[in-house]
């Protein structure tokens, strides 16, 4: 009876178009239209979830760190997300550096005592667009500095090639 | 009273139309304020430019990377900026001073100088060429590069607006 009551009461109340609603529908719609704007191309967007592999460089570390990697580790790729992968190859040389001869005027490739440059290759899932590869929240591009962290090691390098 | 025993005032508004009509005041104010300044004035939409990006003093990886191609985004790889057209290639040359006091070029070991054209598409006004990211591109400046393969930066060497 009560709901009765109150379609009718609904039913008879004569309702009136203002220019305020008018102003609402308006503040409203554009809310939707600056949203859709903002993500609209990110919920459109075609991503594939792919395993690609990619080489990490570590520069003039000390060797310990190398040989605490291993392939078959497994890393996480950033600082904050458990997202990581599997290390599929580590190569590893003495590092060398680029230095000045001032008094010859020209640069060489000089060898750096006790320590080696390592190329450790990962494999992980990641999404893959036409614009970005990314695994969790850490893009995989050549030449940004990722994180690289397994068990009982922690380290960072440039990411320098990318095998999709 | 200004404010009826209806809480309206002057018997037609009341405070929630008043509310909203500050809002969309607010809101219109904002968007004057944010486009109406002297940059975005006589913008002129959807220009295509090509420019010339020389990036400096790179490894072959990043050579390799930028050969690749593809669309060039901003750093959050959300909105797509251009489109890589061609890359040249050149050994670095670096200058140095040498101990007898000389300036020289010399050219360091794998080392290589890359020519990145772009074509941007964004915006054209009277003094400046801005970006889809709203960021404004000119010779002299400093400009990121990301595509799907690479991040780095080079120095805007032209700018010329594309037909």
Redesign the interface.
């Known amino acids: 009876m009560l709901w009765k009551g109150m379609i009718i009461n609904m039913a008879n109340k004569k309702t009136k178009w203002t220019i ?1 609603d008018t ?2 529908v ?2 409203v719609l ?1 809310a939707l239209a600056v949203v859709f704007v903002k993500f609209g ?2 919920l459109t967007k075609k991503a594939s979830n792919e395993k690609v592999s990619f080489t990490v460089m570590l520069q003039s570390r000390e060797p310990e760190l190398v040989e605490a990697m291993a392939v078959g580790d497994s890393v996480t790729l950033s600082l904050t997300e458990k997202d990581g992968g599997v290390i599929t190859d580590i190569q590893s040389e003495p590092a060398t550096q ?1 230095s ?1 001869n ?2 010859e ?5 000089e060898t750096v005592d006790s320590r080696v440059d390592a190329y450790v290759t990962i494999e992980a899932d990641c999404e893959v ?6 695994t969790g929240d850490t ?1 995989i ?4 500095d990722i994180p690289v962290r397994g068990k009982g090691y922690a380290t960072s390098g440039y990411v ?3 095998n999709e | 009273m200004i404010i009826d025993k209806n809480g309206k005032i002057g018997g037609k508004f009341s405070v929630v139309d008043l509310a909203v009509i500050l809002l969309v005041v607010l809101v219109l104010a904002g968007i004057a304020i944010r486009y109406g300044s002297k940059i975005t004035t006589a913008v002129e939409s959807k220009t295509r430019f090509e420019c010339v990006i020389r990036v400096n003093s790179v490894r072959e990886y990043t050579v390799d990377a930028l050969k690749k191609g593809g669309k060039l985004t901003d750093k959050k790889s959300e909105k797509i900026l251009g489109e890589i057209k061609n890359v040249e290639v050149e050994p670095h040359k670096s200058q140095v001073t040498t101990a007898d006091g000389q300036i020289k070029f010399v050219v360091p070991p794998e080392r290589y100088n890359c020519y990145v054209t772009v074509e941007f598409t964004g915006k054209e006004s009277d003094q400046s060429y801005i970006l889809s990211d709203s960021n404004e591109l000119s010779v002299g400046s400093v400009s990121e590069i990301y595509t799907k393969y690479v991040k780095t930066s080079g120095d805007v060497l032209s700018i010329d607006v594309v037909d």
């Not at chain 1, 005027?105 to 490739?109: P, R, V």
């Not at chain 1, 591009?141 to 940004?144: A, D, L, N």
């Open positions: 305020i102003i609402i308006l503040v554009a191309p990110n680029l000045f001032s008094i005027g020209e640069y060489t490739n667009t036409d614009e970005y590869i990314k893009l591009k050549v030449g940004v320098i090639k990318i």
